[in-house]
Nanobody, 125 residues
């Protein structure tokens, strides 16, 4: 089974940018729809964005539309999350997750059976 590893988190000032990566090991990422979720301290994990296995379809949470962009490079076995105009409210642990291969994307956390361990994003005011 493919395993997911997130990277690229860190500390950034409000208004800054970060690019997160979700890389697969133990298999190819190309058949899997990928979602990004985040969990802030004291809050439940929430959907951020998802991309279809082909990259042709995406879905964004309203809170990140116009600021975040998801993309994938299946040749590099990697999905990217470009985060611009970051706000303190974006502070959270960010997780990437995979749906079963070739399924449509969804915002529902329970429909993603494969998860990475997360990467911390902290935005200072």
């Amino acid at each position: 089974q493919v395993q997911l590893v997130e990277s690229g988190g860190g500390l950034v000032q409000a208004g800054g940018s970060l690019r997160l990566s979700c890389t697969a090991s133990g298999g190819t990422l190309s058949p899997y729809p990928i979602g990004w979720f985040r969990q802030a301290p004291g809050k439940e994990r929430e959907f951020v964005v998802a991309i279809s296995w082909s990259g042709g379809s995406t879905s964004y949470a309203d809170s990140v539309k116009g600021r975040f962009t998801i993309s994938r490079d299946n040749a590099k076995n990697t999905v990217y999350l470009q985060m611009n105009s970051l706000k303190p409210d974006d502070t959270a642990v960010y997780y990437c997750a995979a749906r079963p291969s070739y399924r449509p994307i969804t915002t529902i956390e329970d429909q993603y059976p494969i998860w990475g361990r997360g990467t911390q994003v902290s935005v200072s005011s």
